[in-house]
């Protein structure tokens, strides 16, 4: 009897974490999914409002913008900090997303790499032993024909006293450095266990699916409609997207997501930013950085 309470004991503790996942992404791929169209339908906006805890036992707001492969993109970035909205009609943009993070003491106030334009801007910043961040272990990039690409920093590069000798190398118009990674080439990367990662926040994501669609998602948090997610969490939004490659961006109250229907158009955000601490449209955080659809 004591070996079938035991056997019965290890059934029910290492298969209820896949059986809530299983629930979880069925949940989540039967919402009544909100959609918008914008410009001929190469841009969609899917949003949905997961109440009575019923996604990761939580309550979650996901706002997903979808973006065909026919579209370019530009990472903008300010000597100043600037609301993410902003980015996207300065730069004549339809649509964007926060960029990575960012400080107030370093160039451009990029935390991360930064390339514009092939002008290389600010460096990695790293830690008292001159290590780069987990936080600094992707990047995104946009090529000089305007398509966005995103590369995971090989494991060697990491503990590099040049810590931008990987981004230096690669090919690209536009270099963005984020993180942590959480899909590389259709398979997940293993999340670190860190504070970071491991509390719910506000999250940013950007990923490419393998016909090179671009999906920006943003889920809203810190209110009692959004709990936020955790990265594992994240990295399994990002999964059941099919995203082929997918890079944690910087969340918490810098996560805004925007669109527009034309150029003519104010630009609107769409999601709940957090900064003001009131679930609506009103609490953007101004950033450093920001990747745009043109």
Request: hydrophobic share 40%; charged share 20%; glycine share 8%.
């Amino acid at each position: 009897m004591f070996k079938r309470f035991l056997i019965y004991t290890f059934v029910i503790t290492f298969s209820y974490p896949v059986l809530a996942s299983q629930k979880d992404s069925l949940v989540f791929a039967e919402a009544n999914w909100d959609t918008k169209s914008y410009h001929a339908g190469g841009i969609k906006l899917r949003q949905f409002a997961f109440t009575d805890s019923s996604l990761f036992r939580s309550n979650q707001f996901v706002s997903i913008l979808e973006i065909s492969s026919s579209f370019n993109f530009d990472v903008v970035a300010d000597t100043v900090l600037v609301f993410t909205s902003d980015f996207v009609a300065y730069a004549g943009a339809l649509a964007g997303i926060n960029g990575s993070f960012f400080t107030w003491y370093a160039p451009w106030n990029s935390d991360n790499y930064l390339r514009i334009d092939g002008k290389e801007l600010a460096p990695n910043q790293t830690n008292t032993v001159g290590l780069r961040s987990f936080r600094q272990s992707g990047c995104v990039g946009v090529s000089k024909k305007g398509k966005l690409f995103i590369s995971s920093t090989p494991s060697e590069f990491m503990e590099r006293e040049d810590n931008d000798f990987w981004e230096k190398n690669i090919e690209a118009r536009d270099l963005l450095s984020s993180g942590p990674v959480l899909r590389t080439r259709g398979k997940d990367v293993p999340i670190l266990f860190r504070a970071f990662n491991n509390i719910r926040h506000p999250r940013s994501a950007i990923g490419i699916r393998k016909n090179g669609k671009v999906l920006m998602v943003v889920v809203d948090g810190r209110h009692k409609e959004a709990a936020g997610m955790t990265m594992s969490e994240l990295q399994k939004v990002m999964r059941w997207l099919h995203a082929w490659d997918a890079l944690n961006l910087d969340g918490g109250g810098s996560s805004t997501l925007c669109v527009r229907k034309r150029i003519s158009d104010s630009v609107q955000v769409v999601n709940h930013p957090s900064d003001n601490k009131l679930f609506n449209k009103g609490g953007e955080r101004k950033v450093a950085n920001a990747i745009v659809v043109k």
